[in-house]
């Protein structure tokens, strides 16, 4: 399958579902934390999938593995927040988050390294 956009992109789309997981976990947390983990958390986890999105879209490969590496970080700082949530709120389940980030976490090292290697020529195969 050809890759056309970012949304063809298994790793946005796994950062994606990462997204609407850490929204559901913020809304089980106590409303004192709104403006503390909630917000952090939330903002961590909405900037990985928007810099797969934004990276595909630069003009080239160094730029896009950039913006993966920042998403990388944000999924990095993702999963500290997730395992202060685990300390403080212990009977918040968070099992399927802390998957869902590490598999998100693989994926974008995958992928940065291979934006780091050199790009293949294309063939006349390659072109449609």
Same mark, same amino acid.
């Given at each position: 399958?050809?890759? @056309?956009?970012?949304? $063809?992109?298994? &790793?946005?789309?796994?950062?994606?579902?990462? +997204?609407?997981?850490?929204?559901?976990?913020?809304?089980?947390?106590?409303?004192?934390? #709104?403006?503390?983990?909630?917000?952090?958390?939330?903002?961590? +986890? &909405?900037?990985?999938?928007?810099?797969?999105?934004?990276?595909? #879209? !630069?003009? %080239?490969?160094? $730029?896009?593995?950039?913006?993966?590496?920042?998403?990388?970080? %944000?999924? +990095?700082?993702?999963?500290?927040?997730?395992?202060?949530?685990?300390?403080?709120?212990? !009977? &918040?389940?968070?099992?399927? %988050?802390?998957?869902?980030?590490? !598999? &998100?976490?693989?994926?974008?090292?995958?992928? +940065?390294? @291979?934006? #780091?290697?050199?790009?293949?020529?294309?063939?006349?195969?390659?072109?449609?």
């Amino acid at each position: 399958m050809a890759i @056309r956009s970012f949304k $063809d992109l298994e &790793v946005w789309q796994i950062a994606m579902e990462l +997204a609407i997981i850490t929204y559901e976990i913020t809304n089980k947390l106590p409303t004192h934390e #709104k403006y503390g983990l909630v917000s952090q958390m939330q903002r961590s +986890a &909405v900037s990985i999938p928007s810099n797969i999105a934004e990276g595909s #879209k !630069r003009t %080239s490969r160094a $730029d896009f593995r950039q913006f993966c590496l920042i998403a990388l970080g %944000s999924a +990095a700082e993702l999963e500290t927040q997730i395992l202060i949530i685990q300390k403080l709120y212990p !009977r &918040v389940k968070l099992e399927k %988050s802390l998957e869902t980030n590490i !598999r &998100v976490q693989k994926m974008l090292t995958s992928l +940065a390294k @291979r934006l #780091k290697e050199p790009e293949l020529p294309k063939t006349k195969t390659d072109q449609p």
